[in-house]
């Protein structure tokens, strides 16, 4: 079997804090400190009254969760809080103890049980460090074989520095076991053969008929992250003839915890009246459960011979027309013994199945056909389900049932229905209403007859109608109906749809019910409290109502019945009139300061009023004056105002008869804040330094403003008088380059303040901007010889090169190659941090301030393989395959490896730094590999890995 794609990785990396913490002291030998506010000390330390002390911490962990699971990694992580030497850093030890208790002490400490791991920290760790790791994993792995459900570790100095006080530590109470972990599959359960029926395990095997065989099973895996998300589960089916045990083929299908996988073979490999097993196990990427039971079967792909015969006296095959009602059908499979029963579908509707009286014998069924062609397809079936093949049988018949003329439209309201047959003998008729009881009624001689219905509810309705002969044959016919429970609604002024009335113009509602023995209303208009109206003696009501405001109004309706049942909402839109005129503003809106002094404005004038021909309107407290409307009843003025702030429009409109509308107020504000300007630093532009002053100015939008408020930004707000003419001008300096904004308000005598003004530009930064395309700041990125993509720009007019050193090598330069920007590759010369200093020349010859940008560089070693590359599928079970490691560190000494996650192993590396190991993969499936390099310090490189396929 060839590997394609790689399951769903199990990798469940669960991090976990310790759920308590206690620390001993050797000042007080007798006492531990359980759960205490505070950082944790290690080593020796010196209260506030001198006294030294020296203290070992401990943390516990809750690991009940693990106790199934196979750990991988844990790492035991805590945050340095303070250390006393930082050009010290001593070796700090992760020990496994007991647990604490109050018992425990200085004196009589937990039992030391393994010593874990020690940790010594490089300079660029930090000082104190946010994040120290040590290696818990044995430990971990340790306390679940006891069957322990706590893990206890502790954090000291070696024996022999823990009472040097330059060496001591303080980390946080909180710390962390990242437990890197895999549950194991469990066995396939619910094993079966076919969709729904569980195999068999002895004689007589199911059988099995001429179809893809799809035998299927329930996995399941304990994993689960933290989200809830579940491992990706391999099910892989084994399948094999009985008699020819190694012609075993396998397939395979993937699922969730929980799911049902799927072996699909194909009905080619399979012959007939032969007995095949099969079994199925579950693997996620790290762990495969054993087989499960096998289960058997034997195939069955040969159906009855021929096709089964089909007959009725009810329904009688050529053209010969027959009534509507029920009949029989036979089916005779004419001595095949082979067949068992019979399948069929009338008019290509359900499939349906029925048993014969005995092997080849004969069924008979009843079917009720449709009006018109009718067509029954036939087949036989065997014990296994395979099928002959099919007979059509045509017949056709006429409808019997009974013709219903009425029309049912309204709720308690007695409905009479004429009602005649079609069909001789008829005596009688059978109706309801949807689920009403059944009522029934005499025909005539004539075998007519009427019935009277009465609805008692609205909706969709369904009358179905039942003629019976003498002989108590029946046929049925069913009329549909919608009934209408919401009341009617009639209204003057106001009619549906429409636009009428006005302010303070009153309509009047008339409600009529359609459900019996209404006694009540209860209604609404849009955006008022429900009322209600009690109804006269004929169930009728009517209401009053006079709108306040214009516009569209919708009426909602309910009719109350004695008994409290409520109809359906009966709505009623309309629009009331506007008697007002309308004004639309343009830049000058209602609701925003828009324009200035100065900046002309537009107002347009309508009305919904008919003859409509003049506007009379006025500006603030101005002179009332008048313009004449246009054909449709529009017309526009034209305003330029001399002072910001609020302003008022009032307008009233003048019918062709003289009539004049009510006034409409138009409210709106121009805008009064100050305009601002700068020559040294423009609006919206790069310009100037930092420490280099501008001079900003500015002017009034409205008369009497004597003084002006502004802030820049992130700075406190100033005051500044104005001039006689209203202007000021300010001096101010930046500090910083980047974006900024100043906000100005205008102060007038009588203390008004102006809307602000929002002035924003941009300070030139001095120094370079540095960006990498490859190499970040904290991720280590490709490694020592690798080069990386760079690009200096510079916010400096007249920039023509770019000054550069990588750590404390030489300068280099690099010229302009897009605006005041240039591109160029630089090469790390070395592994973990570097540092780039950049500057800017310009046409002078001036040097800019220098930037600087430190970066991480990969320290990985690289894995390489002709026989297994990285994630391609290759190779072969059994298949040796030699892997190589190269440097990318100086003075590696050796290199340690895991392959597929099992024990670190290390190799020396040759006079060139290189090293390989030969693996040989067992299974055809996805492996790992990690690898770091150790130099002759001991110092660690960081991890390389390397994934493969093996094919199978």
Known sequence: MAVSDAPALAYDVRYETNASWAYTDLHRPTKVYIDQTGDVPVGSWSDDRGRKHTSRAYFTFDITRYRSAVIELAKFSAEETSVVDCTKRPPVELWRTGPYTAGSSWAKPPVDLAKLATVTLPDIAGCPAPYVGWDATEGLRQA???????LTLSLRLPTGLESDPALAHRYASTVG?????????????DLETTSGKACTTAEPYQLVARRDPGPSALVHDADRNVSGGMDMLTGTFALWPVDEPDARTE??????DGERVVGQFSSDQFEHDRVYAWQVRAADSRATSDWSGVCYFRTDFQGPTSAPAVSSDDFPSGGENSPGLPGEVTFDAEGDTDAVGFGYRLNSVGEKTVAADRPGGSATVTITPRRGVNFLEVWSRDVSGNRSGTTRYDFVTYDVGPIVDGELSEIGVPTTFTVRPQMEGVVSYRFHLDDDPEQTVDAGADGTATLTVTATRGGYRTLTVTSVTVDGVSATSELDFRLLSEPKIAATVYEEYGIGGGQGVPGVFTF????PDVVGYRYTFSGEEPKTVDAEADGTASVTWTPEVAGVTNLAVWSVSRDGTESDPATWYFNVRDLLPSVYGGLYGPYYPGGGPGQPGVFYFSSEVPETVEYRFRFDDGPEQGVGADDVGAAEVTWTPDQGGEHTLTVRGVTSDGTVSPERTYTFRVHDAPLVESVDYPKDTSAGLPGTPGVFTFRPQRPDVTSYRYVFYDEEEKTVDADADGTAAITWTPQRSGWTMVTVRGVTSDGTVTEPREYAFTVRDPKPTI??????????????????????????????EFVYQLNDGPEQTVAVTEGTAADLMVTPDRGSRNTLTVRSRSTSGELSPAATFTFAVSTAPTITSTTY????????????????FAPRMPGVKNYVYQFDNGPEVSVAAGAD????????????????????????????????????????
């Open 144 to 150: 679940l074989a006891e069957g322990a459900s706590t």
């Open 771 to 800: 960006v990498s395309y490859l190499y970040t700041e904290w991720d280590p990125m490709g490694g020592i010889g690798v080069p990386g993509a760079f690009r200096f720009s510079s916010e400096l007019p007249g920039t023509v």
């Open 177 to 189: 076991l990242s437990i890197d972990h895999n549950y194991p599959p469990g066995v396939p359960t």
């Open 869 to 884: 590359p990285s994630g391609e599928p290759a190779g072969g079970v059994g298949v040796p395959g030699v892997f190589t």
């Open 512 to 515: 009529t019910p359609r459900l």
């Open 913 to 952: 730094g290189t090293a390989s190991v030969t693996l040989t993969p067992t299974e055809a499936r996805w492996y790992p590999i990690s690898v770091y390099a150790v130099d002759a310090d001991g110092n660690r490189s960081d991890y390389a890995y390397h994934w493969f396929v093996v094919q199978g």
């Open 251 to 256: 397939r395979t299908d993937y699922a969730r």
